[in-house]
């Protein structure tokens, strides 16, 4: 009996150890966390995680798609602080170890969740995470070295390009007021003053417009990730020269209409959008505008409200649909 069981156990173990061993391809996975983002960029034992979604949803998702026994997570970006983005930090943070934070410094917001939120950066990052704003142009690269992967692919190949696209038009004000915020996020004595006085001192409330913007690029697959990123933003990032034709976008705010302007879409043109919204929801997200924008530039749309959880895997030329519902196409 007691031989049958450690049989058993030892081959959930080597089951649940084959399953989730990462292969050679970059998983691009929109989880299905109801109203709201977590969006996982995975490479190897490399993992990026794009905000947390509005509760601990977010921690299933992992545990499906993060590699076996992997607690670690390289960077984690909070595009801004709304609940639907921010929800699921203090769960995410009590069971994965972040090495890299990057979040809107001088921005903040008077609310309880970012409080707390606040809080737990301030308790993680006495733990060791590295805390930071991100500027414009910031990249990071990721390479996976083992040994089938680079017998495949050359070294450029096979690296992930993470370039920050915002703020994309931080000037000095907005450089003294980042330097202000960051003494506002650590010192807890600062939590007395009142959000005029904040303002005055030229911190701004978080808005969905302050939202970082990601552009990832994996050997020739090009995508873009824009958080809640609103319409004034995607013309500055439009004239700023940073937007071209992308292979995949993450459609900013869920696919409401005060994102993806027609003239921000015709730029970017990506064959597959991703939308990342819940069931039914509330503010009827995704807009039929913004749907027959995307229509019309003939983008396949892609919605966790429809699908669950959505699975992109790319070997750096093709990019291809792993859905829990559905098989590749
Ligand atoms: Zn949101």
Same mark, same amino acid.
């Given at each position: 009996?007691?031989?049958?069981?450690?049989?058993?156990?030892?081959?959930?173990?080597?089951?649940?150890?084959?399953? $989730?061993?990462?292969?050679? /391809?970059?998983?691009?996975? !929109?989880?299905? &966390?109801?109203?709201?983002? +977590?969006?996982?960029?995975?490479?190897?034992?490399?993992? &990026?995680?794009?905000?947390?979604?509005?509760?601990?949803? !977010?921690?299933?998702?992992?545990?499906?798609?993060?590699?076996?026994?992997?607690? =670690?997570?390289?960077?984690?970006?909070?595009?801004?602080?709304?609940?639907?983005?921010?929800?699921? /930090?203090?769960?995410? %943070?009590?069971?994965? +170890?972040?090495?890299?934070?990057?979040?809107?410094?001088?921005?903040?917001?008077?609310?309880?969740?970012?409080?707390?939120? =606040?809080?737990?950066?301030?308790?993680?990052? $006495?733990?060791?995470?590295? &805390?930071?704003?991100?500027?414009?142009?910031?990249?990071?690269?990721?390479?996976?070295?083992?040994?089938?992967?680079?017998?495949?692919?050359?070294?450029?190949?096979?690296?992930?390009?993470?370039? /920050?696209? %915002?703020?994309?038009?931080?000037?000095?004000?907005?450089?003294?007021?980042?330097?202000? +915020?960051?003494?506002?996020?650590?010192? =807890?004595?600062?939590?007395?003053?009142? +959000?005029?006085?904040?303002?005055?001192?030229?911190?701004?409330?978080?808005?969905?417009?302050?939202?970082?913007?990601? /552009?990832?690029?994996?050997?020739?697959? $090009?995508?873009?990730?824009?958080?809640?990123?609103?319409?004034?933003?995607?013309?500055?990032?439009?004239?700023?020269?940073?937007?071209? =034709? !992308?292979?995949?976008?993450?459609?900013?705010?869920?696919?409401?209409?005060?994102?993806?302007?027609?003239?921000?879409?015709?730029?970017?043109?990506?064959?597959?959008?991703?939308?990342?919204?819940?069931?039914?929801?509330?503010?009827?997200?995704?807009?039929?505008? &913004?749907?027959?924008?995307?229509?019309?530039?003939?983008?396949?749309?892609?919605?966790?409200?429809?699908?669950?959880?959505?699975? !992109?895997?790319?070997?750096?030329?093709?990019?291809?649909?792993?859905?829990?519902?559905?098989?590749?196409?």
């Amino acid at each position: 009996m007691k031989v049958f069981f450690l049989l058993f156990a030892f081959s959930i173990f080597l089951w649940e150890f084959l399953a $989730k061993s990462p292969d050679q /391809f970059l998983h691009i996975t !929109v989880c299905d &966390v109801g109203q709201g983002d +977590a969006i996982l960029l995975s490479l190897g034992y490399s993992q &990026v995680l794009i905000d947390t979604g509005p509760d601990e949803s !977010v921690l299933s998702c992992l545990n499906k798609h993060m590699p076996f026994l992997d607690k =670690k997570i390289d960077v984690l970006v909070l595009t801004h602080f709304d609940d639907d983005h921010i929800g699921g /930090f203090d769960q995410l %943070t009590q069971v994965y +170890a972040i090495n890299y934070l990057f979040l809107p410094l001088n921005t903040y917001k008077d609310s309880e969740s970012f409080l707390k939120l =606040k809080e737990r950066i301030i308790s993680i990052e $006495k733990l060791g995470t590295i &805390v930071k704003e991100p500027f414009l142009g910031q990249q990071i690269a990721f390479s996976e070295f083992s040994p089938s992967h680079q017998a495949k692919y050359n070294s450029t190949e096979s690296s992930l390009l993470l370039s /920050f696209l %915002t703020p994309s038009d931080l000037d000095l004000e907005e450089y003294l007021a980042l330097e202000r +915020a960051k003494s506002f996020l650590w010192q =807890k004595s600062e939590d007395e003053l009142s +959000a005029e006085e904040l303002q005055n001192m030229g911190i701004k409330t978080s808005d969905n417009d302050g939202s970082i913007g990601i /552009f990832a690029q994996f050997g020739e697959l $090009k995508l873009l990730l824009l958080g809640d990123l609103e319409t004034t933003r995607e013309v500055a990032l439009i004239e700023s020269g940073l937007i071209t =034709k !992308v292979d995949i976008q993450k459609i900013g705010h869920h696919g409401s209409k005060t994102s993806s302007s027609s003239e921000f879409l015709l730029r970017s043109r990506p064959e597959i959008s991703l939308i990342s919204c819940g069931l039914n929801n509330q503010f009827g997200h995704p807009n039929a505008e &913004v749907l027959s924008n995307l229509q019309s530039i003939g983008s396949q749309v892609l919605r966790t409200d429809k699908m669950g959880t959505i699975e !992109v895997l790319s070997d750096g030329q093709k990019f291809w649909l792993k859905n829990e519902k559905q098989n590749l196409f």
